[in-house]
């Protein structure tokens, strides 16, 4: 929680009892339902949820715009996204119905009232969006293939406009290459400096 404040201190009383709720709810369901690394859930403030929250530092949401988070997991990024911007609404797919459900039963605990779940694959899903958004769930190419159809481009409500942002790791030249005209490359080291992030990037692509 105090690394969420280092970074995010002016969120209210209810978020900070939300954030600090997710801990021992991840650490119960992935127990029985491994979404997260075992070795890896005590990192999760940092690995996951503040991950998750790199996108806060790109776009702050108006009140009223809707997310898909595609491959979900067990609701990364969209949990932290949807307690940090309570006003908007977050639609979380994966394909795996055991990991919705985790994402299903964490969100229902901390009280989320701003987020819909779907055991599907992105390509089945029919709804329009403001934003799409994920955590290193396929090739950018591929997701912009499978997302673009859900993206509204009529109500544009955003500094913004809408489209896809999704979270990454590593080398991305290659992959951002055909997007070289209009995608944005975010260095997430930028937002915080703890050593997981020196690697770690955030694609954003407009659809329009």
């Not at 908007?88 to 985790?102: A, E, M, P, Q, Y």
């Not at 790791?169 to 992959?175: A, S, T, V």
């Given at each position: 929680m105090d690394l969420i404040l280092k970074y995010f201190p002016n969120i209210t009383d209810k978020q900070k009892e939300q954030f600090a709720a997710l801990y021992d709810l991840y650490l119960d369901w992935n127990s029985k339902i491994n979404v997260i690394s075992r070795k890896d859930i005590e990192n999760l403030y940092e690995h996951h949820v503040l991950h998750s929250l790199a996108i806060a530092k790109i776009i702050n949401y108006t009140s009223g715009t809707s997310i898909m988070d595609v491959g979900t997991g067990g609701g990364f990024p969209a949990i932290p996204l949807a307690i940090y911007f309570p006003e908007?609404?977050?639609?979380?797919?994966?394909?795996?119905?055991?990991?919705?459900?985790?994402a299903t039963e964490v969100s229902n605990a901390i009280g989320l009232t701003n987020t819909t779940f779907c055991h599907e694959r992105v390509e089945d899903e029919k709804q329009k969006f403001d934003f799409v958004v994920s955590r290193a769930v396929m090739p950018l190419a591929d997701l912009m293939r499978l997302s673009q159809k859900n993206i509204s481009v009529k109500n544009q409500k955003n500094a913004l406009p809408n489209g896809v942002i999704c979270l990454k790791?590593?080398?991305?030249?290659?992959?951002v290459l055909p997007y070289k005209n209009r995608a944005s490359l975010f260095d997430i080291k930028d937002f915080f400096q703890e050593e997981f992030f020196q690697t770690k990037k955030a694609v954003y692509v407009p659809v329009c």
């Open positions: 908007c609404t977050f639609h979380l797919v994966d394909s795996i119905g055991k990991k919705i459900r985790v790791g590593g080398e991305l030249q290659n992959e």
